[in-house]
């Protein structure tokens, strides 16, 4: 059983910038792959960024390219989701997840993953 626990969503402007942070229970977190995923009003909730156990491969969506940067610290149980030139669209409930893959990959599908947290909102003006 993980347990996750997200924190580091708020507001802010349009170009700026923000850090989630994911906190995982439990002694394998390291054999875990974890992705971010996010869900606005209306829309259904979709990848943002997916990493694999060591950090090794990580995958992006292409609208968060460039601008958003997925890690982790197996040392501390934490997944990392660096959120830089904010724009509106970006606006949603942010969500982290984990999923038993000890090899060197991930998932990009919200079904493929095991646990969730209970989100945190990410709210970007213009």
């Known amino acids: 059983q993980v347990q996750l626990v997200e924190s580091g969503g708020g507001l802010v402007q349009a170009g700026g910038s923000l850090r989630l942070s994911c906190a995982a229970s439990?002694?394998?977190?390291?054999?875990?792959?974890m992705g971010w995923f996010r869900q606005a009003p209306g829309k259904e909730r979709e990848i943002v960024a997916a990493?694999?156990?060591?950090?090794?491969?990580?995958y992006y969506a292409d609208s968060v390219k460039g601008r958003f940067t997925i890690s982790r610290d197996n040392a501390k149980n934490t997944v990392y989701l660096q959120m830089n030139s904010l724009k509106p669209e970006d606006t949603a409930v942010y969500y982290c997840a984990a999923s038993w893959h000890p090899s060197g990959s991930y998932y990009t599908t919200s079904y493929e993953y095991d646990y969730w947290g209970q989100g945190t909102q990410v709210t970007v003006s213009s």
């Open positions: 990493i694999s156990w060591n950090g090794g491969s990580t």
């Open positions: 439990g002694r394998t977190f390291s054999s875990y792959a």
